[in-house]
């Protein structure tokens, strides 16, 4: 079954050491997101890849990075994780930005020790 | 900028109807869906609406007023595993490009 895949499901790291979070889809669509959820919060959006082009939210801390080396994978990084950043972090696709709906990936929850 | 409000929680019984409101202040919107989340997992595709009326879905139906900005999702025939959080999402055109901004979500308890 096509699908939005997130590995690790759990991730602990240390405080101040970098993480990359991975996302893959067998659902070809060509736009990509990564979501920060705390709990009891809303998801929200750090950035996307439409394509290639890539577009960060004005309030993504730099600290957090992306890359998108193929239309399939695309990767989280956290260069120097605090302890705020422990939250699930969903990664999503949708088939164009005028898509109908985003499929959401199963997520990673990192904790940071 | 957006505002999304819904309420936090909400407690209905088994076999009734529930309906969870969303209101929203944005410009340029494009749409509204609603996902549902059960604790830990990911969020999952319930219903869309961009123009106004009642979309229906089986035992989920949403509806939008655009002039109101207002949406609701009604379930009907409530099962112990529609308890989860509803989450109201609204999508804009924002700086070229279009972006989705959810809401918090309300959390759903089912009883017996």
Redo the contacts between chains.
Sequence with gaps: DAMVIQNPRYQVTQFGKPVTLSCSQTLNHNVMYWYQQKSSQAPKLLFHYYDKDFNNEADTPDNFQSRRPNTSFCFLDIRSPGLGDAAMYLCATSRGQGGREQYFGPGTRLTVT | GQN?DQPTEMTATEGAIVQINCTYQTSGFNGL?WYQQHA??????LS?NVLDGLEEKGRFSSFLSRSKGYSYLLLKELQMKDSASY?CAVRMNSGG?????????T?LQVIP
């Design positions: 999304i869906f830990g997992e990911a969020p999952t595709f869309y989450l490009y279009q972006k989705v901004t959810f809401g918090i979500g959390k």
